[in-house]
């Protein structure tokens, strides 16, 4: 049975963790949050990802092949070590690596004293070049042996996407393999046998590159039709009549083409901040990536410009916001574009009410008081003097919910034409 240890149980290195152990591995999680490791292994996820709560709790009852820790020294039992911690964005916009070089300093002290042949696998968004200039010179440091002789290093950038986190894992568009060296790539590949999907083998700095330019890709496929849809609105033509056109050409395809507010979440927005933060550094200005944020930005407050321009002041107004999540079907709120709208809100004296179906206890932690926590979509809807939809949750996509209120539309949750007979009035962000 191989041995496996995962530094990081959030959505990746969880749901890592347990499809690993469902094909035979035995896993250790390490995490520096003690209440994760309890809950984990407890067989609770400490957040939600579909199918994930059932296939933890199988896992962790079943053999006892996934077990969560805080002690770094359980690496030693493994020989393989994936690095999934965080890698999120200084106020600069620069990549924050503090938890990475921690994950790094820990698992060259516990290489320090062992004997086994140890690959580190990064599945860790990183900046190009951090595996090389940072992470190896770290592990190199504090274990005193040398990458490549005394252990290897190889990086695997994750692709999921949350709410088909487990499905994403056994089924891969691609499989991309930055090696140090072959020796450290061959190991890897052997825990993708039986994939069906291309593996890609290149190097480290290419690899790290690779995660970049496909995230900056879905960024800009994003702004771009935001931008198609800004026009649309303002030339009365539906945005999503020319997506779903445009969609059926082979060479553009119909994902990411659906406008609205704009991404979100816990990877477009810091990594377009880190990739510009560092062409900048190079000397490079991005002209390009730097337009996709700012259309990105600019999105949310439309919403609110359309909800000023019905109600005036929106001072002392009671606007619900259904949808707090960067998208359905997680609970993750990071970098959401209803965080930037409840802001605005707040800012100009409005009254939020909020509901979510997933995100209620995170978005509970960021706005403990000043926001008005509803238990269903019915309850923030009610002596609402507007409605603004910000994620398309498909138990928000009954028209009849809204008779006689005020919608504003930022993820075209609702069919406008369905949506203007029954609406006291309906407005799409750009439609
Ligand atoms: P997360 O914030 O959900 O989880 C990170 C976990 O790492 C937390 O449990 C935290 O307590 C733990 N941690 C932090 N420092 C640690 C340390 N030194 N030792 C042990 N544990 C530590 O993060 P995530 O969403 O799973 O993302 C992890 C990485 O994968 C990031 O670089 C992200 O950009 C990348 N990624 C994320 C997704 C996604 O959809 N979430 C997709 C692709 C890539």
New binding site residues.
Partial sequence: MRDISI???????LTSAVILAENGCKVTC????KN?VRQINQGKPP?YEVGLESRLARIVNGKGILKASSDFERISNSNITFI????PCNSDGSIDLS?IK??AT?IGLVLAKANNYHTIVI???IIPGTTEEVIIPTLEKYSSKKAGRDFNVAFNP?????DRALHCFTSPDKIIIGEYDHRAGDKLLELFNGFTAPVIRTSIRTAEMIKYASNAFLATKISFINEIGNICKKMDIDVYEVANAIGHDSRIGRKFLNAGIGFGG??LPK?MEALISKASELGYKTELLQSVVNINIEQPPRLIEIARERLGQLENKVIAILGLAFKPKTDDIRHAPALQIIGQLLSEGAIVKVYDPKAMPRIKQLFPNNIILCSNATHAINDSDCIILATEWDEFRDESLYAGKIVIDGRRVLDPEKAKQVCQYYEGVCW
């Fill in positions: 530094i990081g149980s959030g959505y990746v290195g390490i995490d520096t949050d994760r957040f999934c911690v965080g890698t938890y921690r994950s820990e599945r860790s968004t994750e692709f999921l996407q949350e816990s990877c990594d």
